[in-house]
Nanobody, 125 residues
Framework: QVQLVESGGGSVQAGGSLRLSCVGSGYTVRTSCMAWFRQAPGKEREGVASIDYYRPNYADSVKGRFTISRDNSKNTLYLQMNSLKPEDTAMYYC????????????????????WGQGTQVTVSS
């Protein structure tokens, strides 16, 4: 049974930082296309960042501020978020696809088979 469990969310002031973690069980993070998505109230879920065997990929809204990475020894995916803005406030989800290459549609949520339960990030001005 595949499980993805996120943690690390919280409340911070604008300009602050948070690091989200996603631990995989029943699933190998190292060889998979993995991604972070977010969804704010009343808005559609949007892709934030993805990583696969070849490269990371970022949404324009977070480039230069967020970094996606993984620790293969811990089977864990991370999202380091710096210079946070109030518009980053959302529920953040970890997702996985059973492929080593995320491809050109890396931030399309419908392509991801496995999802975590989410962790809330709130950024105040």
């Amino acid at each position: 049974q595949v499980q993805l469990v996120e943690s690390g969310g919280g409340s911070v002031q604008a300009g602050g930082s948070l690091r989200l973690s996603c631990v995989g069980s029943g699933y190998t993070v190292r060889t998979s296309c993995m991604a972070w998505f977010r969804q704010a109230p009343g808005k559609e879920r949007e892709g934030v960042a993805s990583i696969d065997y070849y490269r990371p990929n970022y949404a324009d809204s977070v480039k230069g501020r967020f970094t996606i990475s993984r620790d293969n020894s811990k089977n864990t995916l991370y999202l380091q978020m710096n210079s946070l803005k109030p518009e980053d406030t959302a529920m953040y989800y970890c997702a996985a696809r059973p492929t080593s290459d995320c491809g050109r549609y890396a931030l399309e949520s419908y392509l991801y088979a496995y999802w975590g339960q989410g962790t809330q990030v709130t950024v105040s001005s």
